[in-house]
């Protein structure tokens, strides 16, 4: 049980985060025929790429401002009963103007979301908006505009999610340029289903001071040095590599490898529904099948507020709660 164990997140996809009941109340919302996305009370998806697709289709399902407000506020409420203090969603302002809705509101909505649950239960919440590396390049530059402008107070970063396979990091590294100009933290999906020259492609063009995911970094020993030397974060997401079969099972994932050879580490869940897992079950799993004792659980959970793109003085309000 980590329940009494304080928790912070630094990589969640906001669209990735709605339970299926949410979803399929939504498609009734819209009249929005589901069969194909979700069988019982599961997404259906079998791999990568279909993964990728059910959760645009879930996404599509969230077409107002009061809709992301609702996601954002339950999301937060949720992990805020598994001891979460903190959380920082990835948002996808393409995914909302594809739903029909503005990026402005988009991003209001959540904000107010995030504002309802700290009034609520006290969690503290950030927004890092991310492009989507399997659309193009000059919609990452629209993105990254809309970043740098600062359209909320939560807005603290910028990243890239979507599908790693396809390009390099240099195609973004225009957009990643643009939001750290504007002083904004940047993180990026690399090392997850793509192996360790994509942690290297992400490092040396766009300078992330933390990496989504990056667990494939171990097949190569100097990169995991890097690493380690440089303290780049490391967002890792065990349930969520396990189901999309990055590793057959948690005995063959590196948490505790890279951890070991002095790399950061931070617990995190990813797209909870879509993999069956919650942040409060993600700590879980690694104190139960990595080993991790209650203080080793709470080292992460600073490891990630120290990494948090969050003003010093609510990061040291938040280690105060430690
Ligand atoms: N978008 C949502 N979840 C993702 C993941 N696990 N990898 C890449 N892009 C994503
Ligand atoms: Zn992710």
Redesign the pocket.
């Known amino acids: 049980m980590t329940a009494h164990i304080p928790k912070a997140e630094l990589h969640c996809?906001i669209?990735?985060a709605a339970p299926t009941v949410l979803v399929r109340s939504q498609a009734d919302k819209y009249g929005v025929d589901i069969e194909h996305l979700i069988d019982g009370a599961r997404f259906v998806w079998n791999d990568?790429t279909s993964?990728?697709s059910a959760?645009d289709a879930a996404a599509a399902l969230f077409r107002t401002e009061e809709d992301y407000a609702l996601l954002a506020q339950s999301y937060l409420e949720s992990i805020a009963a598994q001891g979460a203090i903190y959380s920082e969603v990835?948002i996808?302002p393409d995914h909302a103007r594809i739903a029909g809705l503005s990026p402005e509101a988009y991003v209001n909505g959540l904000g107010e979301g995030i504002r309802r649950a700290r009034e609520q239960h006290g969690i503290e919440g950030r927004l890092i908006i991310?492009c989507?590396?399997h659309f193009d390049a000059d919609a990452a530059i629209d993105v990254a505009r809309f970043a740098a402008a600062r359209p909320h107070p939560m807005v603290t970063g910028f990243g890239m999610?979507?599908?790693?396979r396809i390009g390099s990091h240099a195609d973004f590294a225009r957009a990643f340029d643009i939001a750290r100009d504007a002083g904004l933290g940047i993180t990026t999906?690399a090392g997850?289903?793509a192996g360790p020259e994509s942690v290297r492609d992400a490092l040396d063009h766009v300078r992330p001071s933390r990496i989504?995911?990056g667990v494939r970094a171990i097949e190569d020993p100097s990169l995991v040095e890097h690493l380690a030397d440089t303290g780049v974060v490391l967002e890792i997401?065990p349930g969520?590599n396990v189901s999309?079969s990055v590793y057959e099972t948690f005995t063959d994932h590196p948490f505790t490898a890279l951890r070991d050879a002095g790399v950061k580490v931070t617990i995190n869940s990813?797209?909870p529904p879509?993999f069956d897992t919650s942040l409060g079950d993600e700590y879980a799993i690694v104190q139960n099948e990595f080993g991790l004792s209650d203080d080793e659980l709470l080292d992460t959970t600073r490891t990630a507020l120290e990494a948090a793109f969050v003003d010093e003085d609510t990061r040291a309000q938040l280690l105060a709660k430690l």
């Open positions: 996809h669209e990735g990568f993964f990728l959760y990835f996808s991310t989507v590396r999610g979507g599908d790693e999906h997850e289903v989504g995911h997401c969520s999309l990813d797209d879509f």
